[in-house]
């Protein structure tokens, strides 16, 4: 099999005659099915390691640097199985199984553990969970918090088998999330999760630093560094100390839980850094993980909540591969840490089983698509609407009215919200008799009301306003155009046949009535630049770029990276596949 040198590996001297594994390679793990499984360590310089497991077998040989990497081929779900290195010694890892692997990372409620410790805080029926969660095919590590200025190569961890004794140290929302899946998948197949994950951080510090620094933050990279940023709101620690050294551990995707905390801004800002993270975390791995995103649930905070759910969902919108789970519906009204993690583990499991693995289940509730002014009422369209819309009219106009229109954007009025046609709304005010825009659960702690009538469970609509930043960039290497409208109705679309060796269509529109300088850059998922595609001033409108220069062996991932804006300050990146 191939050998490959991993550059960031520890420097252990070539002193060390006996051959080691990375620590995620212990009893009890979960590796990843039907995909190649990289497993990693050290030994002496030049020395023969062989990796093998269930009739599959690697060879290669380390490194001057006493590094070694081999590549298991893709294997098929099943186990438990025993996992031998074997170098100057042998290293014999137990009750290994091969499945469905997620890195589950974030914030404290993706820390809150199935007993929590965070004061006031519980999880709802929590006794009754943890005596049921009787499930030996569903297995967790725990990474833990260690944040370093400098990218590590190994935890501190072990795997505990899912069962009422071990299951109080898991993460409570990726336990219900694995439980979801697994049940999804027919109970047959085993699951795997990495909970990485700290209480307060804030995004950026789950993103590498050079991506942090490419992608418009080096002003906050050096104030850091400077000393100018204290503990959980540092850039790129956590990345080092608990995402760096799962990579290039094979796995599925991720789910991530975060947003209460944020520094760096919100709105577009934060917009931009969660598909900064999304990317960057798909460029290390080398592959376009699936990534499912939770939504901020409803709070009683002074926050402004709505313009971290804003970008929050359009990340989403802009990246193939990823999934949004609202949780408007089940937050806690006055504590940080809502004790209802089930259904926030269902949404992830649904959103998991529907995009990652092509079930046919209704994964995500109504996302607004566009709106229509007819007279004195604005009618809104929806993306989702399994089944056709519901509202509950208990809450229609109660609490936080959810409904509101505006003639001018920003004084709004109450409005009454009727179902059309199923699958669209009717808004009215009778103090708005000429809206123009529209908003839903525009608040920190809104009654949500709208939902689909989805199977195997209607799920809740996200938050949205009509007038909402608009999305000026979309990619997409399928069979045919996406629609991707954008707030000004501007259609946008990328398009190629999904083969190297065929044109890619990147298509975007320059808002306004400015003349804007764009860079448009191609890079490969090692980081290296394939092709500046633009480069110079635009002028307003709609423009498209065919780009002919894959070869016909050039099968893989790409990033497409647009920049615009005074100093090319303004990013936005899409993932590009080609078969």
């Not at 290293?91 to 589950?104: H, Q, R, S």
């Not at 050294?245 to 969660?274: H, K, N």
């Not at 313009?307 to 519906?329: C, F, H, K, S, Y």
């Not at 709004?412 to 009778?430: G, R, V």
Request: hydrophobic share 40%.
């Amino acid at each position: 099999m191939i050998l490959f040198a991993i550059a960031l590996q520890a420097s252990i001297g070539t002193a060390f005659a006996n051959v080691a594994v990375q620590s995620l390679f212990s009893n009890g793990m979960v590796l990843q099915r039907e995909m190649p499984v990289p497993v990693w360590g050290t030994g002496a310089a030049n020395e023969k390691v062989t990796v093998s497991i269930n009739g599959q077998q690697a060879t290669g040989t380390t490194g001057a640097n006493g590094n070694w990497t081999v590549q298991l081929p893709g294997m098929t779900a099943g186990g438990p199985y025993t996992l031998t290195i074997t170098g100057a010694n042998t290293i014999t890892i137990t009750d290994v199984y091969i499945g469905e692997v997620w890195v589950c990372s974030g914030q404290s409620n993706m820390d809150m553990r199935m007993t929590c410790t965070f004061a006031g805080c519980y999880l709802n029926n929590a006794a009754a969970e943890i005596a049921a969660a009787n499930y030996p095919l569903i297995r967790s590590c725990n990474v833990p918090w260690a944040p370093n200025k400098t990218p590590q190569t190994t935890v501190k961890t072990s795997w505990l088998v899912c069962n009422p004794a071990n299951v109080p140290v898991f993460s409570a929302a990726a336990y219900f999330f694995g439980r979801e899946i697994f049940k999804g998948l027919d109970s047959t197949v085993p699951i795997g999760l990495i909970h990485a994950s700290f209480g307060a951080t804030c995004i950026q510090t789950w993103i590498p630093r050079a991506d942090l620094v490419a992608g418009g933050f080096s002003a906050q990279v050096a104030t850091f560094e400077k000393g100018g940023l204290t503990g959980t709101h540092d850039p790129y620690v956590g990345f080092n100390a608990q995402i760096n050294p799962l990579i290039p551990f094979a796995v599925r995707g991720a789910i991530w839980y975060q947003g209460e905390s944020r520094t760096w801004g919100e709105d577009t800002t934060y917009r931009t850094l969660q598909v900064l993270l999304i990317n960057s975390w798909r460029k290390a791995w080398g592959r376009n993980l699936t990534f499912i995103v939770t939504q901020l649930p409803n709070h009683n905070t002074s926050n402004n909540w709505p313009l971290v759910r804003e970008p929050q969902l359009q990340a989403t919108q802009m990246l193939a591969n990823t999934g949004l789970v609202v949780t408007i519906d089940i937050g806690d009204t006055g504590y940080i840490h809502p004790h209802n993690k089930q259904d926030v583990g269902l949404r992830l499991g649904l959103a998991a089983l529907g995009i990652a693995y092509k079930q046919n289940v209704t994964y995500s509730g109504p996302i607004y698509d566009k709106m229509a002014i007819e007279g004195n009422s604005i009618r809104l369209f929806f993306k989702h609407t399994d089944g056709g819309l519901k509202l509950d009219t208990s809450t229609a106009t109660g609490w936080t009215a959810p409904f509101e229109i505006s003639a001018n954007g920003s004084a709004y009025s109450t409005a009454t919200a009727k179902i059309d046609q199923d699958t669209t709304l009717l808004l009215s005010s009778s103090a708005v008799t000429a809206p123009k825009v529209a908003r839903y659960c525009w608040s920190a702690n809104p009654k949500a009301s709208l939902y689909n009538k989805g199977a195997p469970t209607a799920l809740p609509a996200s938050p949205f306003r009509t007038d909402a930043p608009a999305i000026t960039f979309a990619v997409n290497n399928s069979s045919k155009p996406i629609d991707a409208k954008v707030r000004s109705g501007v259609n946008l679309s990328a398009t190629g046949k999904g083969i190297s060796g065929l044109p890619v269509i990147i298509s975007f529109e320059i808002p306004g009535n400015s003349v804007q300088n764009v860079r448009l850059r191609m890079y490969d998922m090692r980081g290296q630049l394939v092709a500046t595609l633009l480069n110079g001033n635009v002028t307003p409108g709609f423009h498209e770029i065919k780009f002919n220069g894959f070869k016909a062996s050039a099968a893989g991932l790409y990033i497409c990276e647009m920049a615009s804006g005074p100093n090319l300050s303004t990013r936005q990146t899409a993932v590009l596949r080609l078969k």
